[in-house]
């Protein structure tokens, strides 16, 4: 007892040496608001975003998206791996046991033979054997506790996956939408248009307007007409590519509510407080583990150092058959000997087997890899602290180019208004002749340009919302 008691105080003494590496993130000393004008009571970012994108249609892409998407497949498929990865590095703590079986036959086909070694020989054998190694100095804990970080760092990934994939799809439906809207009202200018040039014909033929005026009818009808061609190139492409991102071929997408219902747009945007970010956005959090992971390393690189203790033993059950033992006696001695053809056995063999295995010189092998390690950790530390300034800045830029695309919404609307009813002015100044056509057809072309505009602009205002809730870490919550 005392002896078992002296060893355990001296395990532990020895252990102690050996201090963790500290796993930590630094502090960033992040700034507390964003820049820019944005509300700190709530964050977007905390919106699941089934409440966020509350279309029915929009949220059964993201849906299917989620579920079939190729990158959330293998951001899947890499949590897989570091999982089986942490399930070997573990298996280093248990046990080995493994079970042995030969049988070995040996003949000697020619030469001088000694009389006492056999012409043939037949040694079976079957046996179990076990090692353990004894984690003295916990390297082995240390390399699958970074193992198990790896794993979450991996995991974490996966959400920016996911947050990432609800962006692009949600991305792509707003731009198929405002596409939808922009199509419809050109059908609409094409058609007015149309009429025009056909009530400017008959004035034409009744002499009361010139050829000069018909001709500058058509090219008002030719200049949204050339337009139709490129919106249904860009309508089919937009839904090619979110065709792709819910996992299938190219296919026609179903619409739900127009652009102009989607997404309640927040006043002032809710983001917070700076410091949510780094529990609310995966990346980061990735980062922090990804410290973690190395510091590990760093712990199983300095305990190589130390000494190896490894505890084995074996069981074995063998037996041996010899013939053409002593095949020169003479016939009288001979009689008296049994060896020839008789099986020995079984027998039994036992043997414990421990090992300590202490580095004395590698060539600098292991102060080397310490040393690589460290490297990793610093600039597992220093990505961290980008990760964390790149994160503010894309807050901030967003937060900006939320509110900017705002006011700019607002005065394209004006203007938009304004552009509509120059173009009811024009037309009535030319009915009463008091101006050219050329005046109806500038309105016109800067109307057309305003509600293109205009619908670019609502389009700009909900992307800069969708950047803001993924800049947020909003997205990959289920």
């Given amino acids: 007892m005392k002896l078992a008691a002296l060893l355990a105080v001296i395990v532990q003494l020895l252990a102690s040496c050996v201090p963790p590496t500290p796993s930590g993130p630094p502090n960033a000393q992040m700034p507390s608001n964003y820049r820019g004008l944005a509300a700190t009571t709530t964050s977007l970012g905390s919106v699941p975003w089934r409440k966020l994108y509350d279309d029915p249609v929009l949220q059964d892409l993201i849906v299917r998206a989620l579920h079939r998407n190729f990158n959330v497949e293998l951001a899947y498929a890499a949590i897989l791996e570091a999982a089986a990865n942490l399930g070997i590095t573990a298996a280093n703590q248990s046990v080995f046991v493994n079970g042995a079986i030969s049988a070995p036959y040996e003949v000697i086909t020619g030469g001088n033979k000694p009389g006492s070694v056999p012409k043939t020989q037949f040694s079976p054998e079957a046996g179990i054997e076990a090692s353990y190694q004894v984690d003295l100095f916990g390297k082995l804990a240390s390399a699958t506790g970074a193992a198990r970080d790896q794993l979450l760092a991996t995991d974490a990934a996966k959400d920016t996956v996911l947050a990432t994939v609800v962006s692009q799809v949600a991305t792509a439906y707003f731009q198929l939408l405002e596409l939808d809207e922009v199509m419809a009202f050109t059908k609409d200018a094409v058609a007015s248009r149309a009429e025009g040039v056909r009530l400017m014909r008959l004035r034409v033929e009744g002499g009361v307007s010139s050829m000069q005026d018909l001709r500058q009818a058509q090219q008002a009808l030719l200049e949204v007409t050339q337009n139709v061609p490129t919106l249904r190139q860009d309508l089919a492409q937009t839904e090619n590519a979110l065709s792709v991102l819910i996992g299938d071929y190219p296919h026609a997408i179903a619409r739900g509510r127009p652009l102009n219902a989607q997404v309640a747009m927040p006043v002032i945007p809710p983001a917070g407080v700076s410091g949510e970010l780094l529990e609310r956005r995966p990346d980061i959090r990735q980062a922090e583990y990804t410290i973690a992971t190395a510091a590990g390393d760093v712990d199983v690189a300095r305990k190589l150092l130390y000494p190896q203790i490894?505890?084995?033993?074996?069981?074995?059950?063998?037996?041996?058959?010899?013939?053409?033992?002593?095949?020169?006696?003479?016939?009288?001695?001979?009689?008296?000997?049994?060896?020839?053809?008789?099986?020995?056995?079984?027998?039994?063999?036992?043997?414990?087997?421990?090992?300590?295995?202490?580095?004395?010189?590698?060539?600098?092998e292991i102060r080397s890899q310490i040393h690589l390690a460290q490297a990793d950790q610093q600039q597992a530390v220093i990505s961290y602290l980008q990760t964390v300034d790149d994160a503010f800045e894309e807050v901030?830029?967003?937060?900006?180019?939320?509110?900017?695309?705002?006011?700019?919404?607002?005065?394209?609307?004006?203007?938009?208004?304004?552009?509509?009813?120059?173009?009811?002015?024009?037309?009535?100044?030319?009915?009463?002749?008091?101006?050219?056509?050329?005046?109806?057809?500038?309105?016109?072309?800067?109307?057309?340009?305003a509600q293109t505009d205009f619908a670019q602009a609502r389009l700009n205002e909900r992307l800069a919302l969708v950047q803001l809730y993924l800049a947020l870490g909003g997205g990959w919550q289920s």
């Fill in 310 to 364: 490894t505890l084995g033993a074996s069981a074995v059950v063998a037996g041996q058959q010899s013939s053409g033992l002593y095949p020169n006696l003479p016939p009288v001695l001979a009689a008296f000997t049994k060896l020839n053809g008789v099986f020995f056995g079984p027998l039994g063999v036992f043997e414990v087997l421990p090992q300590l295995l202490q580095p004395i010189f590698n060539g600098g």
């Fill in 396 to 449: 901030s830029n967003d937060i900006v180019s939320y509110n900017q695309s705002r006011a700019r919404t607002v005065q394209l609307g004006l203007y938009l208004a304004a552009s509509l009813d120059s173009v009811r002015l024009a037309k009535e100044r030319y009915e009463a002749g008091y101006t050219s056509y050329l005046e109806v057809l500038n309105a016109l072309t800067r109307s057309y340009q």
